[in-house]
């Protein structure tokens, strides 16, 4: 049960005997919030003029605005918490009531308490005044401030108590595409908190802000889209025209950041930065005035179940995410479908759209190209190999190892050198005939470079251990471990995770002693491999896009339905909406093999390498550059240490040993 006080607070409000403020929630954070040096850039007194957008976001929380309910849908760092925080200050201090601030987790409602709220109320004497002066006693600690006429209770998306609690005049939710789509049995955390503020009619408050996540699962997205859709609109400072800030509007010359410029979308003058400080404070002083051309605009106005913000990166004051950072993640995000979806998310404020169809497998095997199999094509400086373990029926007897090996060249371009199969059985790497022996073969055989008089050796290769892990760890334990490297497949944020050191013996036990497993982020790679499957052939002379793959003609069609062989779909686990990967078909051993060669060069260090490095490995080769194309803009680097690729005398052109199974 809640406390005697936080009841009575509630009735008295709903009876309207407690007295509601004049001052709007802006006026009264400028008049009293202090920002404390430890949670804050920019430590002080708090200023709305500093980010002039959040002013009708506060006061639409004021008792004397009419309206009830706003959503926000933000870029990170804008400003979304900040102005649930002042509405805090506003309610203890000038309108009581009972209020209600959701978190996505526990640990995120006490961190606000800590960090945001507590320094808050000690820079306020007039709210240190209300509450209980024993911090972490009952009445004032991490989740309830107890004050005259009112509480706020600050919980969690998944707490059921506290969204079961008693009513509730004013609802913050906070970052709500973080929240569970469901807690057990109880429903919609979103909904069940809503329910809290039914009895106080027209006049409860509630107010959304997030980040988008996910097209079709965002939250705050579907609340932006049923509401009368505001963006906020500046003039320029050329034409004067209200204008909007749109990313593609936003230019700068190719890798130099430094040159960015917004266009004006009416009359294509070229916009400094700094001039963003007049734009925004402008449309501030004009909106206030009465010109409701500029600040918050409607684009739906005939939708009024609810008021909805959305603004994007560009927006953020001079002196927080310049236009030259966003500039340089845009360009650092291409090819790289994992952080194009932070960016997309954290910067635009727009949903990622996970959804979508693999790439289309009879294009792909169409689109072959006629270099000959077994042979390393010019452009190919690096080689590795990806091999996924197959059990087959009888525990491991009728398996085989399926091996994409892939020759890599600047700017993340490859081409597929062979793909062979080695039958056999797969639990036991010592008998006479196992594929094993056959895999280790590849670590010494060599292949001809179409550069005449050239050959390479592989650099390394990746190994699933997901299936009949103890025979993998005891085959790699006995190979060099700077060519040969464990894999585990796993859903993480980067594609290669730490290693730990693991190995078997005979009986399967591990020691701490062998061979070091790394884990691989498969999704994160499936993700970026379907993009650059996804891409358009170059035109006749022009260099190939990033991540551009080459398949020879000798490939069959089953190869590519492998390779395209699942898609990205999106399931209810434990409460919340998950990106996963499911098969279509079922066989995708080549798609397996492909992410595990990519996983082993990216821990090479491919996506380091600088222009001086391929120069090096040309040079480690013996290629004649004047016979090389021309090579694309490489990526920046954060290591001088690499390997030189593996070279040998040059043998006679001849078949592989992919049919010997």
């Keep these: ?84 925080e002042n509405c805090v200050g506003y309610v203890i201090d000038q309108a009581p009531g009972p209020g209600l601030f959701l978190q996505p987790s526990q640990d995120l409602a006490k961190r606000l308490v800590r960090q945001k709220i507590d320094p808050m109320i000690e820079a306020c004497p007039t709210l240190a005044a209300k509450l209980p002066q024993k911090r972490g006693a009952g009445g004032n600690n991490l989740e309830e401030k107890e004050f005259p006429g009112g509480m706020w209770l600050f919980k969690w998306a998944s707490s059921t108590a506290g969204l079961r609690s008693a009513s509730i005049r004013y609802l913050l939710m906070d970052e709500l595409d973080e929240w569970k789509v469901e807690i057990g049995e109880q429903g919609d955390p979103e909904q069940l908190a809503r329910n809290r503020t039914n009895a106080f009619g027209r006049r409860k408050k509630i107010g959304a802000a997030s980040t988008p996540t996910i097209t079709g699962s965002s939250k705050i997205s579907a609340l932006y889209d049923d509401s009368d859709q505001r963006v906020y609109r500046m003039p320029c400072p050329y034409c004067d025209l209200p204008i909007t800030f749109v990313f593609k509007h936003l230019r700068w010359t190719k890798g130099k950041p430094e040159t960015v410029r917004y266009h004006c979308q009416e009359c294509e003058a070229p916009i400094d930065e700094y001039r963003k400080t007049w734009m925004l404070e402008e449309a501030d002083r004009r909106n206030v005035a009465g010109d409701k051309r500029y600040g918050w605009v409607p684009t739906n106005p005939d939708n009024r179940k609810r008021r909805g913000y959305w603004l994007t990166g560009l927006y953020s004051p001079v002196g927080f995410k310049s236009w030259e950072e966003i500039a340089g993640e845009w360009e650092g995000a291409q090819g790289k479908p994992a952080k194009l979806k932070t960016f997309t998310n954290c910067v635009l404020a ?19 190209e006629k270099f000959e199999r077994n042979v390393v094509p010019m452009g190919g400086l690096l080689l590795y190999a990806g091999v996924d373990v197959q059990r087959g029926a009888g525990g491991g007897k009728n398996g085989w190892l399926d091996v994409t090996l892939w020759a890599y060249g600047r700017n993340r371009e490859r081409w597929l050198v062979d793909h062979r199969q080695f039958m056999g059985d797969t639990s036991d790497e010592k008998a006479p005939d196992s594929p094993w022996l056959k895999l280790e073969g590849m670590l010494s055989e060599v292949w001809p470079h179409d550069h005449a008089g050239v050959a390479m050796r592989l650099q390394a290769m990746g190994v699933d251990s997901g299936d009949q892990a103890a025979t993998v760890y005891r085959w790699a334990a006995m190979q060099d471990p700077a060519r040969v490297k464990v894999f585990k497949g796993e859903n993480l944020p980067v594609m290669v995770a730490s290693a730990k050191n693991v190995a078997s013996d005979i009986a399967g036990k591990k020691s701490k002693r062998g061979v070091k497993l790394y884990r691989v982020g498969v999704n994160l790679i499936k993700d970026e491999l379907y993009a650059d499957l996804n891409r358009q052939p170059p035109g006749l002379g022009e260099a190939a896009p990033t991540g551009y793959m080459h398949f020879p003609e000798a490939l069959d069609p089953e190869f590519f339905a492998q390779l395209t062989g699942e898609r990205r779909v999106q399931r209810l686990v434990k409460g919340k909406v998950k990106t996963l990967w499911e098969p279509t078909r079922p066989r995708v051993e080549v798609l397996d093999s492909t992410v595990y060669a990519r996983a082993v060069a990216y821990l090479a260090g491919l996506d380091r390498f600088t222009e001086e490095h391929w120069q090096g490995f040309e040079e480690a080769l013996g290629l004649d550059k004047t016979t090389l194309p021309p090579a694309p803009v490489p990526a920046a680097a954060t290591s001088d240490h690499v390997e030189k690729p593996t070279t040998a005398t040059a043998p006679g052109r001849k078949r592989s040993t992919y049919w010997d199974r």
């Design 350 to 368: 727009e949903t990622w759209n996970e959804q979508g169809e693999a790439p289309d497998d009879d294009k792909l095997f169409k689109r072959r």
């Design 1 to 84: 049960m809640l406390c005697s006080a936080y009841q009575l607070a509630a009735d008295q409000v709903g009876a309207g005997l407690l007295p509601d403020s004049a001052l709007t929630v802006s006026e009264w954070a400028d008049l009293n919030r202090i920002l404390d040096s430890k949670s804050s850039p920019e430590p002080g007194r708090w200023r709305t003029s500093r980010t002039p957008y959040l002013r009708e976001l506060q006061d639409n929380l004021s008792i004397s605005s009419p309206v009830i309910e706003f959503c926000f849908k933000k870029p990170t760092q804008i400003g979304g918490t900040a102005l649930m």
